[in-house]
């Protein structure tokens, strides 16, 4: 695996990926509204949860999230998209959208890049993604993702007596 601060040379494209990845690259933005329509089809509520411009920045980030994933696809490399959505959660979390969301829009993304690439290829894409899912997933189980258990909030605030401060 190449590392570009130890100089190492990037990884090597495979033609017949790289020839996906264009592919994927020239339709990011029609791909881009796809994935966000097969998001909002996988949870209706997120037109509920967001408003108008907040629906705009996630467009306009599901065209990152497909030239990331483009990458990822031409090399092979999985650190592309697994890096890049570690990048994203404080992103996230500052605008307030919590990793189930975020989850949502990158399965969409899955279910709309399966209509454009080759089976295979598009197997490939959903392995990688897999692997960013598994990456969301862990930052969702941190606190303020959340609402927490109830109860251990119970009794982890002295049972629940005048003090909310604590979690």
Known sequence: MSHPSLGLPPTAADPARARAAARLRDRRTPLARRALERALELDPKLRDR???????????????????????LESGDDSHVVNYGE????IYRRREVPMRDFATVVRGLRRAVADVLSPEDARLAGELIERWLARLKFHGRLPG?????????????????????VV
């Open 50 to 72: 967001y408003d108008e411009l907040a629906l705009r920045r996630l467009l306009r980030d599901c065209e990152q999230h497909v030239l990331q994933l483009a990458r990822s």
């Open 87 to 90: 990048w994203l959660v404080p």
């Open 145 to 165: 993702d959340h609402k927490g258990n109830a109860i251990v909030r119970f009794f982890w605030k002295g049972a629940g007596i005048a003090d909310d401060s």
